[in-house]
């Protein structure tokens, strides 16, 4: 293993965003969050937790879901992306860590939700099991320096605990991913009727199923493009065939509650609401399930890449309607997110691509890069490991 | 002999108030909150601060409303209405917020974490925040607890020179704010605000015109707020059981296959 990377110009770029967003991060603990951020007395989440937390976290969810086809589905002709989505997973969950230490008024005091019993608050349960899970992916993901390191004595402990631990963290993403819908639901009054839904923890974990293999493919095709590997189409365009099934029912969901909660009429209106929730819908989902539902789109690299990035950005934006866009207090009262909130949020996604453009140099992440490693045609329990007698 | 804990409210009858801010006083001066360099603003009359903030744990609300022939001042206060079931309270992740038998919705600074989950889930938009604190921490009216506590009245309502708020039992305030509607129909409109308002509340306003109209939060149901999350937070338990259960069994069905094929191709 070679821990030497050569620095790409797109690493300064990331380094440049992280160096920006820590000169931020200062200004924030020196003076407190008002002094680089807009949220206020009216608006007290914002950006930072439409973006650095909701969307960081349902992006993160590409590691349960693809652990959940690969692993417990047993489809293990899609191993190939059980590695990337893991460490996937890792980063943007650290991330959002690291913006919920931003974010909080009182980042020191976080441990109290360890020590404390609040089992009606959604927030209670998202802390809890975004530890826990937090915890499940290093464990996780540990197995792949491990296994680099020859410790073959802590790989053997650590791969009889392997089976539960991996189903625990997929059953923790299924609670928390729709806890954090539960979260906006205790507030009917200040949501738009477009986005405030009871069926807000559903559509919140469905949606972040289905950002999964969005970016399991994204990562993919990026990945074989900057490392320069031939991506396997065919898997590929397999697993882009479950994400056109997915956009479609999510799609057929989300339209369902509407209608069912009587909301045609917001739809229609001409307000800014229906507009951003046309976008939503229009690029998040009906433009890349139309793309997807093409053969030629599945098999081309751009066209995945392009309908990929649309479903990510759909479920962003869905996030930012729910949480900012279609929250409304006071007339008088606005909120915008100031370039000190985007900064820093900037500086985490920076910081999340850097490590994982990093990790993928020096460890094998992908199957393609490490020919030492067998093809698991049929790949065994723990599947997260190499072929056995590699190690 | 003990007795049960009677939960206590105060009614604010708006109708009485002349706006001369006495209440806003003794409240800054019973929970040491600085006074602040306030503006006025483009907004109505006299009416200062424009919002509750976290020195300002109370505020008269002026309203212009035209009133038979003329315009004329209707009054209104924004304060914690120390809900019965607190939405804030049910959002707390390390309850720092918690009602007590006697009815105040008190804050602990000492669980606080800084999320501002309470302010997002205040149907009444009354917690507020020090953001240009370093530490900063939850702000809000407090039903002077402590007070309270030691059988005293809120400092409000001991300053009041007109008694527009008035301090008991609950049950007896809502009694006497009935009497009061009765007795003077001309005076009131025929509505108690925080009766029924999110399933109930230890503050109640009364008014001379629509509350809508003096800046209330109106439209709010009648059912507790925290049912909203707890109908999908009480099953989270069984759901993990579910969940964890199915799985297993699916891993161990897909993985068996696995194991047989690969069996099967050895053997072949």
Redesign the interface.
């Known amino acids: 293993m070679n821990w030497r990377i050569r620095l790409t110009w797109w690493d300064w770029v990331l380094l440049t965003i992280m160096a920006i967003a820590f000169v931020l991060a200062v200004v924030r603990?020196?003076?407190?969050?008002?002094?680089v951020?807009n949220?206020?007395?009216?608006y007290?989440?914002g950006w930072w937790v439409g973006y650095g937390i909701m969307t960081m976290i349902a992006v993160g969810g590409v590691g349960f879901t693809i652990t959940?086809l690969v692993?417990?589905?047993?489809v293990?002709r899609y191993h190939a992306f059980l590695r990337p989505a893991v460490l996937m997973a890792l980063l943007c969950y650290s991330g959002a860590i690291i913006m919920l230490m931003v974010e909080?008024?009182?980042?020191w005091?976080?441990w109290?939700?360890l020590v404390?019993?609040?089992?009606?608050?959604?927030?209670?349960?998202?802390?809890w099991c975004a530890f826990l899970y937090l915890s499940v992916l290093a464990f996780e993901f540990a197995q792949v320096p491990l296994e680099q390191l020859g410790w073959g004595r802590v790989l053997s402990i650590t791969r009889v605990v392997y089976?539960p631990l991996m189903?625990?963290g997929?059953?923790?993403s299924?609670?928390h991913q729709?806890?954090l819908g539960?979260?906006m639901?205790?507030?009917?009054?200040?949501i738009n009727v477009l986005w405030w839904s009871?069926q807000l923890?559903l559509l919140y974990l469905f949606s972040a199923m289905m950002a999964g293999p969005a970016m399991a493919i994204l990562e993919y095709l990026a990945a074989a493009r900057w490392l320069g590997f031939e991506p396997r189409m065919e898997m590929v365009a397999g697993l882009a065939r479950i994400e056109a099934w997915l956009v479609a029912l999510f799609l057929v969901f989300k339209l369902g509650d509407l209608v069912s909660r009587g909301a045609t009429d917001a739809m229609l209106s001409g307000t800014w609401f229906a507009l951003s929730f046309w976008v939503e819908v229009g690029f998040g989902l009906l433009l890349p399930l139309v793309l997807l539902i093409m053969p030629e789109v599945r098999h081309s690299r751009g066209g995945l890449a392009v309908a990929s990035a649309l479903i990510v950005a759909g479920v962003l934006l869905h996030r930012l309607n729910v949480t900012v866009i279609g929250l409304r207090?006071?007339h008088?009262?606005t909120y915008v997110p100031s370039l000190g909130e985007i900064g820093i949020t900037l500086g985490i996604t920076a910081g999340a691509m850097f490590v994982f453009g990093a990790l993928i140099r020096i460890l094998p992440i992908h199957e393609e890069l490490s020919p030492a490693t067998e093809r698991h045609a049929?790949?065994p329990?723990g599947a997260l490991r190499r072929a056995p007698g590699v190690s | 002999m003990t007795t049960a804990v009677k939960p206590k409210a105060m009614i604010q009858d708006n109708t009485r108030c002349i706006g001369c801010r006495a209440c806003m006083v003794a409240c800054k001066s019973w929970n040491n909150r600085p006074a602040d360099h306030t503006d006025f603003f483009a907004?109505p009359g006299y009416q200062n601060p424009?919002?509750?903030?976290a020195n300002n744990y109370t505020l008269i609300t002026f309203n212009e409303i035209v009133t038979g022939a003329r315009p004329d001042w209707v009054f209104g206060r924004q304060l914690c209405m120390h809900c019965e079931h607190p939405?804030c309270?049910?959002?707390?992740?390390?309850?720092?917020l918690s009602k007590t038998a006697l009815c105040p919705v008190v804050f602990n600074k000492n669980?606080?974490?800084?999320?501002?989950?309470c302010?997002?889930?205040c149907?009444f938009?009354i917690p507020?925040?020090?953001?240009?604190?370093?530490?900063?921490?939850i702000h809000k009216c407090t039903f002077c607890a402590d007070r309270v506590e030691a059988g005293l009245k809120p400092a409000c309502a001991t300053v009041c020179p007109t008694s527009a708020i008035s301090f008991g039992d609950r049950d007896e305030m809502v009694a006497e704010a009935k009497r009061r509607i009765a007795s003077a129909p001309g005076t009131y409109i025929s509505y108690i605000y925080g009766l029924e308002e999110v399933g109930g509340t230890n503050v109640l306003h009364l008014s001379s015109v629509p509350f809508e109209q003096i800046g209330y939060?109106t439209?709010?149901?009648k059912t507790p707020?925290?049912d909203?999350?707890?109908r999908?937070?009480r099953v989270?338990p069984h759901?993990?059981a579910l969940?964890?259960a199915v799985?297993?069994a699916?891993?161990w069905?897909?993985?068996r296959?696995?194991r047989k094929?690969?069996d099967g191709?050895k053997t072949s």
């Open positions: 603990y020196a003076g407190g969050i008002g002094t951020a949220i206020n007395n009216a007290p989440w959940l692993e417990v589905f047993g293990h909080l008024g009182r980042p005091m976080v109290m939700i404390s019993w609040a089992p009606t608050a959604a927030l209670y349960e998202v802390g089976m189903l625990l997929v059953t923790l299924h609670l729709s806890s539960t979260l639901t205790l507030i009917p009054h200040k009871e923890p207090v006071r008088w009262e049929a790949a329990a | 907004g424009r919002d509750l903030d939405a309270a049910s959002a707390c992740p390390t309850t720092a669980r606080c974490i800084g999320c501002r989950a302010m997002q889930a149907p938009l507020k925040y020090d953001y240009e604190n370093r530490a900063p921490l939060v439209g709010l149901p707020m925290p909203l999350t707890h999908w937070l989270t759901f993990f969940l964890y799985f297993a699916l891993t069905i897909t993985h296959r696995s094929h690969e191709a």
